[in-house]
């Protein structure tokens, strides 16, 4: 099967789940992204202190509705979106009036359902149609909601890939939202897809990716793994990445650090791109990139948070989403942690005049463009090679393609001709 339609047959298994930042709803998505990658289940107690924070109550649901005359108008069966995430236990009769303050309708669009949470203020609530709730009058309603708000954990999963060094690049994605596909579907699915990717080749660098709860899981994650922070060397929060919208990256705190110049080198190379400067808003990269971490992590998403109308609503489904945009997105990833490989630095041990490279056997021995273009790499990343020029700047200032830049200079290292700089 394609790649893109094997992301797309993933979202669609894990669509009718409803998760939120804790519950059983998450440790199933993660388990059914575990028949896949080698991704561990990481528990962390109910009020557990992480940084300013504190580890909620997990919370889980079996049912929930807002009936009358026995007839469920507003059913949690029909979508998980009808609930507000983290809504407290209630089984009560009220009329509209006491009813109405607890339901929300969305903004702009009668036929779609918002998404909202209340994970820190305890309540509780329901989502419907506009056109719904304005057909909804005189009567006593039955209000159920059969949740659970009790100490637990909060889960989250993590992949390590290991590389030929400790120097670690992280990947994270967000997946504390119920049945929405291109928020955090996408990027689960486009990490899931990674790590099969990541896993199957030989790679410099170490890899971690993080499946976790938004906000709260970065912050727990940052809490809890201290002696893994030293090692991080710049990373990638994926999110958005089903939608139409041109591929996007939002640079980190730094915005010239190592992870922005390999993003902003691969997607110019894409005619749509479009690269944004850092703001402290946003997905997890807010918790990365604070000050007391600054962890150098960049954001690549399609669209931003909030810019597509469909966002946080029951529009945002899996019709939203396309195969195509989910494997032109793990395509710019891989070719960005490339990217990132490719930023190193050389240093010429023979830099007085050309070394000769037939008497190493480095000239091509056949003809043609390639041929040319294979020894005017190794001369472009010779002549580069001061020790200040990386092979991505080799690539950029040369025109030639990363491949054939990197290609040339591990034979070129292998013919002892290069030396990597300090
Ligand atoms: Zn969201």
Redesign the pocket.
Known sequence: MATGARMHELMAELFPICRSITGDGVRQTLRIVGERVPLELREVPSGTEVLDWTVPDEWNIDDAYVALDGTRLIDFRDSNLHVVSYSEPVHARMPLDELRPHLHAHAERSDWIPYRTSYYTRTWGFCLARETLDRLDGGEYEVHVDSRLEPGSLTYGEVVIPGERDEEFLVTT?VC?PS?AN??LSGIAVLAELASALAGRRNRHTFRLLFIP?TIGSLTWLATREDVLPRIVGGLVIACVGDAAPLTYKRSRRNEARIDRAAEYVLAAREDARVTDFVPWGWDERQFNSPGFDLQVGCLSRSR?GEFPE??SSADNLDLVRPEQLEGALDAVLEILDAFDADRRYVNLSPRGEPQLGRRGLYPQTGGALAQDEQLAMLWVLNQSDGEHSLLDVAARSGLSLDLVRTAADRLHDAQLLGEAP
């Open positions: 967000h939202h929405l928020d955090n938004g948070e966002y946080h």
